[in-house]
């Protein structure tokens, strides 16, 4: 949205004694559906939980769970086929000031995508009888903006109903001997970027690889695992995947680098308890002196090679004694 007043929203004190009997991360998940960037000015909106559990900082069961408990306990309705929600309640936070306000924030429904919903916003006024220090009685308002801006049941329903009801006049009137009609000018509409599911065949593009390169990101087959796994069992969804997934090596979403980390310095404390050997005396041939006050007995107590290493003596290499042999007898 590019008005102004989208910017911002209105959260009364009295708004969180609604909000007894939810835990502290279920209020946070209440307060963010009044406040968050993907409200509107109406109450129904088109609602991205992936973009939620994002904005959050939260994982995606963790919110589920937090978020049907909100519903049910505030009444507000969720259409998750057409993902569109619907705050009863929305009035009440948020009065129009007078009735070119309310007929201003209307405008808003050409934003939201068809849903059954839309049947329960035209019908909830209980709200709008009494707003603003005029005390202002809204509801026909509402209601004559409505018939007259959206006779049919869904605004983006109705726009695209008209549209195909013009390609099929046009296809009726062209015909090959007649010229093809000079378009019309119209404004440019910069059409938005839609989520989607993660692809099939999601691979590590170039870009990606160049980018891991240039910020010394390795492992990338074992971040590419983990983020398949994640994005896939939880139906995540983004714009740009290649993008998603430089976020999930930045912010080591696998604890890739983490359990890296842990299995080197568990190597190395291993080595660290091998037995080392002495680097002066040689098995068999050269030995220190256990009872020598410099070393010890031990090559680590001495830097450089102790006075006291001495070869080794084999008794099995010493040569036998010469016997003398016994004065003959007579």
């Not at 619907?86 to 009735?99: D, G, Q, T, V």
């Not at 896939?232 to 980390?261: Q, T």
């Amino acid at each position: 949205m590019t008005d102004e007043s989208a910017r911002y929203r209105k959260m009364y004190p009295r708004a969180w004694k609604s909000f007894r009997g939810l835990t502290l991360e279920e209020k946070a998940i209440a307060a963010y559906l009044l406040t968050g960037d993907q409200t509107n000015r109406v109450g129904i909106y088109d609602f991205s939980i992936g973009k939620a559990v994002e904005d959050l900082e939260t994982l995606p069961q963790t919110f589920h769970k937090g978020f049907d408990k909100v519903c049910k306990t505030l009444g507000w309705e969720y259409d998750n086929v057409n993902r569109v929600l619907f705050i009863p309640s929305w009035w009440k936070w948020n009065p129009p000031e007078n009735p070119n306000v309310l007929m201003g924030n209307l405008k808003d429904l050409f934003e939201v995508a068809a849903s059954p919903l839309y049947d329960k916003f035209k019908n909830n006024t209980e709200h709008l009888r009494s707003v603003g220090k005029g005390c202002f009685d809204l509801t026909e308002t509402f209601t004559q903006t409505l018939a007259e801006r959206y006779p049919k049941p869904y605004p983006k329903q109705q726009e695209q109903e008209q549209e195909q009801e013009q390609e099929q006049e046009q296809d009726k009137d062209m015909s090959p001997e007649t010229p093809l009609p000079t378009p019309k000018k119209s404004s440019l509409k910069i059409s938005k970027k839609t989520k989607t599911l993660i692809p099939e065949n999601f691979q590590i593009s170039d870009s990606v690889k160049t980018w891991a390169e240039e910020k010394g990101f390795t492992r990338l087959k074992d971040h590419l695992e983990y983020f398949k796994d994640y994005a896939l069992s939880k139906g995540a969804e983004y714009v740009d995947w290649d993008a998603a997934f430089r976020r999930a090596i930045r912010e080591d979403w696998g604890k890739v680098r983490e359990i890296g980390s842990r299995t080197k310095s568990n190597g190395d404390a291993a080595q660290a308890r091998a037995p080392t050997k002495d680097p002066f005396a040689v098995p068999g041939l050269m030995e220190l002196d256990p009872d020598c006050p410099l070393c010890r007995g031990d090559w680590r107590n001495s830097k450089e090679p102790c006075s006291c290493l001495h070869p080794v003596e084999d008794d099995d290499a010493k040569p036998e004694p010469k016997r003398t042999p016994p004065p003959a007898t007579c």
